[in-house]
């Protein structure tokens, strides 16, 4: 099974956020469209968890 992880760009911080989670492809999507909603996030992105 192939592991995800999400980052974003959260508004006054320098660098990229990273999640501390491991997410299945299908629970990645679920979370990034979460996390998109939260005020003063953008840039949510699914990337692949080595």
Same mark, same amino acid.
């Given at each position: 099974?192939?592991?995800?992880?999400?980052?974003? /760009?959260? %508004?006054?911080? %320098?660098?990229?956020? /990273?999640?501390? /989670?491991?997410?299945?492809?299908?629970?990645? %999507?679920?979370?990034?469209?979460?996390?998109?909603?939260? !005020?003063?996030?953008?840039? /949510?992105?699914? %990337? !692949?968890?080595?």
């Amino acid at each position: 099974m192939d592991n995800y992880r999400l980052t974003w /760009v959260k %508004e006054g911080r %320098e660098r990229r956020q /990273v999640s501390a /989670v491991k997410y299945s492809a299908a629970a990645a %999507e679920d979370y990034a469209s979460y996390k998109q909603a939260q !005020p003063g996030v953008s840039d /949510v992105r699914i %990337e !692949p968890a080595g």
